[in-house]
């Protein structure tokens, strides 16, 4: 009997069966046949371009795994209109181990690798690099105040082409002291920016603020670095389950780690952002790490498992995860009529059967509804008349804008002008766990996830707080507030250094807070049900703790060790008492229990302050200190 022939492939010296099933034996040559017809692939660093190919045949022929010899693979400027230089589509069950293995991404225009609607995909041991840096770096040369420019010298060996606004689209300069070691505050050009070449390294830029705005000895000497355009390094897009081990970034061009959209449930485990090495012809190091957040999670039903990771030099946030908010167009008898922002990944807006949540229009929680249908209107025209709430400044603009049509499993009583967020797209029940975060230029933890676990990570030296809760409703339209939230055994130390005051930025180590234009947002608030227990927050200026806008929280047994030793007024724009170790408004059902003050420093003035807006309990009594004289 002749037995049916079945297809094979090797794949970097592994032989598969076209039905997923592995050979256990070793290969010595990739020239073996294949039944029917289909051409190995041998991937090599001689030949970069045998990556794309083996990924597309393994999927094809739903092999299990992938091995990518280590080496160091210069992976060319894909087709126009790619995403990525590497894409990988629609994987299933598929390990792609690349232990050992660089990859140098050539296109400044470009992402990296993108991982598009797929499942149970692990990707193991890569070392993502680019070949020129996507962002730059130089020292101040010469300040006019009156003109409000600055002439830049960029340092050797860094791109020099930063008034290609192709390249360099803004200019969101981070500021330093002399010796490049310290971030001290941001100084940003209008955008596009405009810029005035003086020499092949030397270039004139007109800035946006004064000198004097800038709260930072912004003076000859002082070293900058700036994001060029920003796009993303490992891009995960409506996938689930997906697994990535040790994978290395080095000079990010945005969002270094980034999973949009999808059922999520995503595991990073032993990850790293970190600086790349000096460029050819430099002599100083580079002064950040990437172009934008360490990692980004938006939309995704299941939040992230982030374990035993790395974040360092971010140009932004080390870690962000949220939702969005749509706003309420129209309200008729039988539906709801939303605007969704240009940044949603699902148009929809939800599944039926999830929950959604309802904000008026001073930021509080009014009703909760379960969602019964859901359909995008692409030919809606809103009413011409229609004004978005002024505090909802993100839906000023309907360029990319898309509408909705929802019906609720029950009767809801809403106005237009209202927000609502689909609590199921907001990455639940995210798990950041004994990571390290520091050197970052905004905040180390951004989480609007609901049940989130954040516990056993070391934070410091960050721009804006260690850990902050908010809803941010006026900027960009990221939901939620958050709700059955832990945060333990973590270490928060010496965080906090912004002196750039605005509607984002807020005094705190960790903050807890809703704000639109011009206050805190008021009881009922938004936030529920935290645990803030066993955390030590060590050499910490100004406020340490800031919570606004919550109901129901536990904080107990946190040593809060040398505080506030250097004066520090961020805050008192927001009526803030900046003198406060931990401070608090617009709350209830807040009790301190077991928390110990270390040999507090001479900016601390009182313990605790709380407006006449706050209930709890402990405000006197749960709070010990302890000085040197009293060890």
Not at 142 to 156: F, G, Q
Not at 361 to 373: F, N, W
Request: charged share 20%; glycine share 8%; with cysteine.
């Amino acid at each position: 009997m002749t037995m049916p022939q079945i297809p094979r492939i090797v794949i970097a010296g592994l032989l598969f069966l076209a039905n997923g099933s592995a050979l256990v034996a070793q290969v010595s040559t990739p020239a073996i046949s294949t039944q029917p017809a289909t051409a190995p692939v041998a991937i090599s660093p001689d030949d970069p371009a045998s990556i794309q190919r083996a990924i597309d045949l393994a999927i094809k022929l739903g092999a299990p795994k992938i091995i990518i010899p280590a080496g160091v693979y210069r992976i060319a400027s894909p087709p126009r209109g790619s995403r990525a230089h590497l894409n990988i589509v629609g994987a299933s069950n598929l390990e792609i181990d690349a232990t050992g293995a660089t990859f140098i991404f050539t296109d400044r225009r470009c992402g990296s690798v993108m991982f598009s609607n797929c499942n149970a995909v692990t990707f193991r041991g890569a070392t993502l690099q680019r070949e020129t840096l996507p962002y730059s770096q130089g020292r101040i040369e010469a300040i006019d105040v009156k003109s409000k420019t600055i002439d830049l010298r960029i340092d050797k060996g860094f791109p020099a082409d930063i008034d290609d606004v192709s390249l360099f689209d803004t200019f969101w300069a981070n500021v330093f002291d002399k010796e490049g070691k310290r971030w001290l505050s941001h100084y940003r050009a209008a955008t596009p920016p405009i810029m005035h070449r003086l020499g092949a390294d030397l270039l004139r830029v007109e800035m946006a603020d004064s000198i004097a705005s800038v709260k930072a000895p912004v003076e000859v000497g002082t070293p900058l670095c700036w994001r060029g355009v920003t796009r993303d390094d490992l891009l995960l897009t409506h996938d689930a389950k997906m697994t990535l081990i040790d994978i290395t970034v080095q000079g990010g061009i945005g969002m270094c780690f980034h999973e949009m959209g999808g059922d999520g449930g995503n595991v990073y485990r032993g990850c790293k952002v970190t600086y790349p090495k000096r460029p050819p012809g430099a002599v100083v190091d580079p002064l950040c790490s990437s172009c934008a957040d360490g990692f980004h999670s938006s939309d995704v039903r299941r939040g992230p498992v982030i374990e035993d990771c790395t974040f360092e030099g971010v140009d932004d946030d080390a870690i962000a995860i949220h939702g969005d908010y749509a706003c309420i167009v129209a309200q008729e008898p039988s539906r709801l009529v939303l605007w969704r922002s240009m940044w949603a990944s699902d148009h929809g807006f939800g599944r039926p059967g999830d929950r959604l949540r309802f904000y008026d229009s001073h930021g509080c929680l009014r009703q909760d509804a379960t969602l019964a249908t859901a359909g995008e209107l692409p030919h809606y025209q809103p009413d011409p008349t229609y004004v978005p709430e002024r505090a909802y400044s993100a839906f000023r603009n309907l360029k990319g804008a898309s509408f909705v049509e929802l019906t609720m499993t029950e009767p809801v009583t809403i106005e237009p002008n209202w927000l609502v967020c689909n609590v199921d797209e907001s990455g639940s029940n995210a798990v950041i766990r004994d990571c390290r975060i520091r050197h970052t230029f905004a905040r180390g933890i951004m989480s609007k996830s609901n049940g989130a676990l954040i516990e056993g990570n070391t934070i410091e030296d960050t721009a804006r707080a260690g850990i902050e809760f908010m809803s941010e409703m006026a900027v960009f339209n990221e939901a939620d507030y958050s709700r059955g939230v832990i945060v333990r055994h973590n270490t928060i130390r010496d965080v906090s250094h912004n002196r750039k005051t605005g509607l984002l930025r807020h005094p705190g180590a960790l903050t807890i807070f809703g704000y639109l234009t011009s206050a805190y947002v008021p009881q009922p608030g938004g936030h529920r049900d935290f645990t803030i227990e066993d955390n030590s927050f060590d050499d910490d200026d100004g406020v340490n703790l800031l919570v606004t806008s919550l109901q129901n929280a536990v904080i107990r047994n946190n040593r809060f060790v040398r505080p506030m030793f250097h004066p520090d007024t961020l805050g008192t724009e927001k009526h803030v008492e900046t003198d406060s170790l931990v401070w608090l408004t617009e709350c209830s059902g807040v009790a301190f229990t077991g928390n110990l003050v270390i040999d507090p420093g001479p900016e601390l003035k009182h313990v605790v302050t709380a407006t006449k807006s706050v209930q709890g309990t402990g405000f006197d009594t749960g709070f010990s200190t302890q000085t040197p004289t009293s060890k």
